[in-house]
């Protein structure tokens, strides 16, 4: 049955996203639920969400349908459809001339967010980057990413880069034998707090520990390259996207990281791109992020005006709550949710705090097309 009537009717203001999460092989999902202000929030494998995707998702150890990832939207008449059959039906409405002409009905960026539970991690692991994804996985695209970070318990640390460099037969005995406890000694240790942003190119061996609940805008693969499958429900090779593990390490870099590099350029300082009063407008990515994504970060006292755009994106509402409010009329935000705002939708619209507190919003945009 076509929903394309129902299509044009959405396209007429934002959409909200519906939910879209899953089991996945660690543990997690307290904060994740809490955050996206869901009932009786626990700890119980759904530890992801995939807010905004047109990507499969498929999960080491785990059932995998072949619509396992795809994000949704709801219809006016309650019923549930994946956002991709809107993309398909009308493309350049959605998406964009340009962008639908380099990515087809695809987002060209991947949205989610996910949340390491008490007592598990998520692996020591590394992605490829876009020329190693285009050599051995058949893909354009590698896993360049970011962390804006909304929630955390007691002692959440994660582990990026390398003190020294670290030789491949090293690290391969380091993994041989699980010794995670080495492994991460070898490497920075963050601590980071609520509305931290950090910028992770490919190719940096990472590890993210207890107690992070992230929101993560990146490139539209979930290319990962696993070191760890002890207590896992997988095996070494099922970590490893297919490659063997001497072609899989030639993905990581085992280079020393320069601490200044990490602190400076990792962990971003946001920068002021707009200020109307004390309602500001952060840019939280580098430039060299945008062939992969862009993000801006919009916090509200009051309100302000956001332009109109040509393009699309996502927005997520991080802190507060408040309204989208423009010729469409106006559309209730609050902390968790989520909206598509379509390329037709080329109108300026202000962002307006309706809370106590701040109104704070993720804008996710995808890759600059030249």
């Keep these: 049955m076509s929903h394309k009537d129902d299509f044009k009717k959405m396209l007429e203001g934002p959409i909200y996203l519906a939910p879209n999460t899953y089991l996945h092989f660690y543990n997690g999902g307290k904060l994740r639920a809490e955050f996206v202000g869901e009932p009786d929030p626990k ?28 994000s949704r939207i709801q219809l006016p008449d309650g019923e549930v459809v ?35 539970g008490d007592d598990a991690h998520i692996p020591v692991h590394w992605h490829p980057s876009p020329e190693f994804a285009s050599s051995h996985l058949d893909s354009p695209n590698g896993k360049n990413e970011a962390w804006v970070v909304v929630g955390t318990r007691p002692g959440a640390k994660a582990w990026i880069g390398w003190k020294e460099d670290v030789s491949k037969e090293e690290f391969t005995k380091w993994a ?9 000694s070898h490497m920075y240790m963050i601590e980071p707090k609520v509305g931290d942003v950090i910028f992770l190119r490919d190719s940096f061996v990472h590890s993210l520990g207890s107690g ?16 760890e499958w002890d207590p896992y429900p997988f095996e070494k090779e099922d970590g490893l996207l297919g490659l063997d593990w001497e072609t899989a390490l030639e993905a990581a870099d085992f280079t020393a990281m320069d601490p200044d590099y990490l602190n400076n350029y990792i962990k971003r300082t946001p920068i002021i791109a707009r200020k109307e009063n004390s309602n500001v407008q952060e840019k939280l990515v580098p430039e060299e992020a945008k062939p992969f994504f862009n ?16 393009g699309f ?15 469409f009329d106006e559309v209730p935000i609050k902390r968790g949710k989520s909206l598509f705002i379509p390329a037709c939708l080329s109108s300026d619209y202000e962002l307006v705090n309706t809370g106590s507190g701040i109104l704070e919003v993720v804008y996710c945009y995808p890759p600059e097309i030249g």
């Design 176 to 184: 041989n034998a699980q010794d995670v406890e080495t492994m991460r």
């Design 43 to 70: 700890d119980d494998y759904r530890s992801e969400e995939w807010i905004f995707s047109t990507n499969r998702a498929v999960t080491p150890g785990r059932d995998n349908p072949p619509d396992k990832g795809l």
């Design 313 to 327: 994106y996502c927005m997520v509402t991080t802190q507060g709550e408040g309204m989208v409010k423009g010729s």
């Design 295 to 310: 993000l801006n970060r919009y916090k509200v006292s009051s309100k302000m005006e956001v332009p109109g755009t040509e």
């Design 212 to 227: 992070l609940c992230i929101l993560e805008p990146q490139e539209p693969t979930d290319w990962n390259i696993l070191a």
């Design 82 to 116: 994946l956002l991709k059959e809107m993309l398909k039906a009308l493309p350049e409405e959605t998406l964009g001339k340009k962008h639908y002409e380099k990515f087809g009905a695809n987002l060209g960026i991947l949205v989610k967010i996910f949340d390491v």
